[in-house]
């Protein structure tokens, strides 16, 4: 089985905060069935129910890509606990990558939307 | 005067996530004077802080760039309430822009950055 990459937003109690990473990831999750969007706490599916749903399919090796800016406690302490258990649990090869806030493609991204508001 | 563009981060007291703000967009803040960061809370400098200084400075027209993924609570009530505030106090003119997870070049960015870990 191909990898399942899993991006991994924050979640809200406010369902168009969800709304928007829904429609910010179609794109790729309607195209690709190996890919899928979960929410660390409060929105649904929960990163739980994803990594559940993708060893169900028989993938043995899942790629958790958060939607974040910047690494905060969440990121540096809550998600690594929750993966640390979901690979106990299932015995599927997780890792976690980094932050997109933390990729140039989005950096660049962030400063070329600077640059044109600065025009 | 040109016009002032306040990037806006949500703020942190965990130190290295404002690390990560400052250095994702030095390269504009060091670049053009007429580019800052502000935090809206727990991390310095405030958003009251840079808008009172570029109003000082004599600048009429301020933009307000979030550095947010999606609007919550936060970028529909809290954040035009301190701006509604900021333009009663300095009699600037106080644009706030749409998040930068709703422009098209950041969707593309996180697009692409989600092709190449699926490749």
């Known amino acids: ?3 399942k ?12 905060w969800s709304d928007a990473f829904f429609d ?6 309607v195209s ?3 890919a899928a969007l979960a929410f660390m706490e409060l929105s649904e599916p929960s990163l739980h129910d ?3 749903a993708a060893a169900k399919q028989g993938y043995d090796h899942l ?3 958060p939607l974040f800016l910047a690494k905060g406690r969440h990121l540096k302490k809550d998600v690594p606990a929750m993966i640390s258990e979901l690979i106990e649990e299932l015995n ?3 890792e ?7 990729n140039q493609i989005l950096r660049d991204a962030i400063l070329g939307i600077v640059h044109d508001e600065l025009k």
């Open 92 to 94: 599927v090869e997780i």
């Open 63 to 65: 790629k958790v890509l």
């Open 96 to 102: 976690l990558l980094a932050p997109i806030g933390e």
């Open 24 to 29: 910010m990831t179609k794109n790729v999750t």
């Open 50 to 52: 994803e990594c559940r």
């Open 1 to 3: 089985m191909p990898t």
């Open 5 to 16: 990459l899993i991006m991994l937003a924050h979640g809200s109690s406010n369902a168009s």
């Open 32 to 34: 690709s069935e190996d």
